[in-house]
């Protein structure tokens, strides 16, 4: 299993913060310009990454103000999970941290761990400048 975690500092509460992931409607904000024909509600999300596959996501888990997990909805390339964690720091903020859990061959590491984490911390880095 491949681990890609991205983390960020945010000068907002964590309930804010989890309101704001928990509506995978916000999370078209977060996406880089390689991503297109997003469509989305509350709970799932599809879209096409350029140049790489199309994926549709789910909410499988919620803990309120915690955790947040999606899984594919449709048959993917490779199973992946796509977890978002909150959790107050000491500045009154809160932590956010993106983690993607892929199941990748040798190859499919190669190909796709580097563009994984590249979409990882930019969505955190987008998440820092929609909620501060």
């Given at each position: 299993?491949?681990?890609?975690?991205?983390?960020?500092?945010?000068?907002?509460?964590?309930?804010?913060?989890?309101a704001f992931?928990?509506?995978?409607?916000?999370?078209?904000?977060?996406?880089?310009?390689?991503i297109y024909?997003?469509?989305?509600?509350?709970?799932?999300?599809s879209f096409?990454?350029?140049?790489?596959?199309k994926?549709?996501i789910?909410?499988s888990?919620r803990?309120?103000?915690?955790?947040?997990v999606?899984?594919?909805?449709?048959?993917?390339?490779?199973?992946i999970?796509?977890?978002w964690?909150?959790?107050?720091?000491?500045?009154?903020g809160?932590?956010a941290t993106?983690i993607l859990s892929?199941?990748?061959?040798m190859?499919?590491k190669m190909?796709?761990?580097?563009?994984l984490?590249?979409?990882?911390?930019?969505?955190?880095s987008?998440?820092?400048?929609?909620l501060?």
């Amino acid at each position: 299993m491949t681990i890609i975690e991205s983390a960020t500092e945010l000068n907002a509460p964590v309930e804010k913060v989890y309101a704001f992931l928990a509506d995978l409607n916000n999370h078209q904000q977060l996406m880089p310009e390689n991503i297109y024909n997003w469509s989305s509600t509350e709970d799932e999300a599809s879209f096409t990454i350029q140049n790489m596959a199309k994926l549709a996501i789910k909410i499988s888990s919620r803990i309120a103000n915690q955790e947040l997990v999606a899984i594919p909805s449709e048959k993917a390339p490779f199973d992946i999970e796509l977890k978002w964690t909150v959790q107050a720091n000491e500045n009154g903020g809160t932590t956010a941290t993106h983690i993607l859990s892929a199941d990748l061959n040798m190859m499919m590491k190669m190909l796709a761990a580097g563009p994984l984490q590249k979409l990882a911390d930019h969505q955190t880095s987008r998440l820092k400048e929609v909620l501060g």
